[in-house]
């Protein structure tokens, strides 16, 4: 593990990471809670997610997927990963364009449900901040295909190995996790 990897680590289980008896938003009891926005939004966190996250696509999504474009997800999980990301990408020749999706089309302006640097046909990777279920990155990967985007790789800060990953990658998307439950743990 890389000492910036470690240091995310470090800041994850002192700000977001916390076990106990908890109910999650999908209804289901779980030994683990995850709220990754607060690392996310944490300046030193968001920079390091920055570091690591630009490192991961560098080394195992670009690899396979060099056409990947734009990175972005549902708001308000993925918007700090993404533009953090989107932020060291530009220091290469080929910085990823980063977007937000919202919950749902606004009802005013343009009506958009996507805002950012999105557009048809580009190839993208999806990022959400914890996966539990894969819903949340789901309904981001429905949005994104709704509009024209091919969803080619999920970027996750938390995978926290609880079926989501099969169900995201049922759906023909690979997902590269940042950390997982066995990694920040030892054991499933």
Known sequence: MTDAKKELLDILLKKSIKTGHFILASGKESDLYCDCRVTALDARGANL??????????????????????????????????LAIGM????????????????????????KRIEGNFAPGQSIIVVDDVITTGG??????DAIEAEGG????????????????????????PVFPLFTRKSIFGTK
């Open 49 to 82: 997610i920055g570091e690591v996250g630009w490192q991961l696509v560098q080394e195992e999504i670009l690899p396979k997927f060099p056409q990947a474009e734009a990175i972005g997800g549902m708001t308000m999980g993925a918007d700090p990963i993404s």
């Open 88 to 111: 060291y990408s530009a220091k290469s020749d080929k910085p990823l364009q980063v977007f937000t999706v919202r919950k749902e089309a606004k009802d005013h302006g343009r009506g």
């Open 136 to 141: 949340s990155t789901l309904k981001a990967i």
């Open 150 to 173: 091919k969803v080619v790789a999920a970027l996750v800060l938390v995978d926290r190995e609880e079926g989501g990953r099969e169900a995201i990658e049922g759906r023909g998307v």
